[in-house]
């Protein structure tokens, strides 16, 4: 059974720099590119970043361009999403995810504003504050 564990959020004050890690199970990461995308409330889930299967290929919001990182080991199973330049608009709860191939095949990544979501973990919380 596919499963994805997020974990590494916390508070931390603006400016500040969080890795958030993505471990999954049940399957072969590799064979799949993995989503982030964050949901505060009251607001609507919002697309952070991607990284294709061979982890050559990756795409951000614009919100956050130049600040997150996505990388991947595929020999740990894990993704992971290195946030520099933390800002308080950045908190949010943090959810790794797969995507369901209405845009593209598993490996590769759909456009970062898409809403194709398919299985994702419990997410993490990251909190922006002075």
């Known amino acids: 059974q596919l499963q994805l564990v997020e974990s590494g959020g916390g508070l931390v004050q603006p400016g500040g720099s969080l890795r958030l890690s993505c471990a999954a199970s049940?399957?072969?990461?590799?064979?799949?590119?993995i989503r982030w995308f964050r949901k505060a409330p009251g607001q609507e889930r919002e697309g952070v970043s991607c990284?294709?299967?061979?982890?050559?290929?990756?795409n951000y919001a614009n919100s956050v361009k130049g600040r997150f990182a996505v990388s991947r080991d595929n020999a740990k199973n894990t993704v992971y999403l290195q946030m520099t330049s933390l800002k308080p608009e950045d908190t949010a709860v943090y959810y790794c995810?797969?995507?369901?191939?209405?845009?593209?095949?598993?490996?590769?990544?759909?456009?970062?504003?898409?809403?194709?979501?398919?299985?994702w973990g419990q997410g993490t919380q990251v909190i922006v504050s002075s």
């Open positions: 995810s797969t995507h369901g191939r209405s845009w593209t095949s598993l490996g590769s990544c759909p456009p970062v504003w898409s809403d194709d979501f398919a299985s």
């Open positions: 990284i294709n299967g061979r982890g050559d290929s990756t």
């Open positions: 049940g399957f072969t990461l590799d064979a799949y590119a």
